[in-house]
């Protein structure tokens, strides 16, 4: 048996989420199906980080364990069978004690919101018709490099051990009626993107003050929190490892 890392992108429109639940299209779902019709046999998928129904990926990996001799072909084979909403981007032979999600060293998302009408960016970005200060968004996000415990952004009905969270990158940046944020962390909890983004708007429109949003954060109560924002904004955008992967030649 071999252990490898599949890395896939998707379109989490129209998919009830990342994991495999009941009565739910989800992408392990639409990956295994497609494996088990090219390999004609049953593997079970691991996942690195769960996106939550509607939320996209530009990089997202599964690891899984077999026999067959995986090849190169075998990703043309793949996106073949599956929907235009997912891609396989490459494969990656690992050591057998590699885990998908327990190994990742960082973890990259991004929000996009514009300003201006575009049918270009429906269901791929949060359309804010609203004034809103971009310098002070970046006051807020600068402030989330200070903390750690970050349970007021974390959704209930969760198992975690702990709501530390240490978070080294967090950017604000305007491409004319283009705003993204970018979030770079150890881990994130249930709902947080979508709730800092939704609160640090809070400050960016002037509704809450710098002041505020942190007594927010210290507060560790989540009824405090803008959980509001749509999940089509949403993008994890990029898992990083130790450097040992080696792809599929």
Not at 98 to 113: T, W
Request: proline residues 3%; charged residues 20%.
């Amino acid at each position: 048996m071999k252990r490898y890392f599949i890395e896939v992108s998707y379109d989490g429109a129209g998919f009830g989420g990342f994991q495999i639940q009941q009565n739910q299209q989800t992408i392990q779902g639409a990956l295994e199906n497609a494996m088990a019709t090219l390999y004609r046999e049953s593997i079970s998928l691991t996942g690195a980080s769960r996106t939550d129904a509607g939320v996209h990926a530009l990089q997202n990996f599964f690891h899984f364990d077999t026999s067959i001799d995986i090849t190169i072909r075998h990703i043309y084979n793949l996106n073949a069978i599956l929907p235009n909403s997912i891609v396989v981007n490459t494969i990656y032979i690992v050591p057998n004690d590699a885990h998908s999600r327990f190994d990742a060293i960082k973890r990259s998302y991004l929000y996009k919101i514009h300003t201006q009408k575009s049918p270009f960016l429906e269901g791929r970005s949060w359309y804010y018709p609203f004034p809103v200060s971009v310098p002070a968004l970046q006051e807020a996000a600068n402030t989330l490099l200070i903390y750690k415990d970050y349970e007021s952004f974390s959704k209930k009905n969760t198992t975690v051990n702990t709501f530390d969270c240490t978070i080294s990158k967090a950017e604000w940046n305007q491409e004319g009626s283009l705003i993204q944020f970018n979030i770079d962390s150890n881990r994130f909890l249930r709902g947080m993107i979508r709730g800092l983004v939704g609160t640090m708007l809070q400050v960016g429109r002037g509704q809450i003050d710098l002041a505020r949003f942190e007594e927010i954060i210290r507060l560790k109560n989540e009824q405090n929190v803008d959980f509001s924002t749509p999940a089509h904004g949403l993008y994890l955008s990029a898992i990083k490892y130790p450097d040992y992967f080696q792809k599929i030649l």
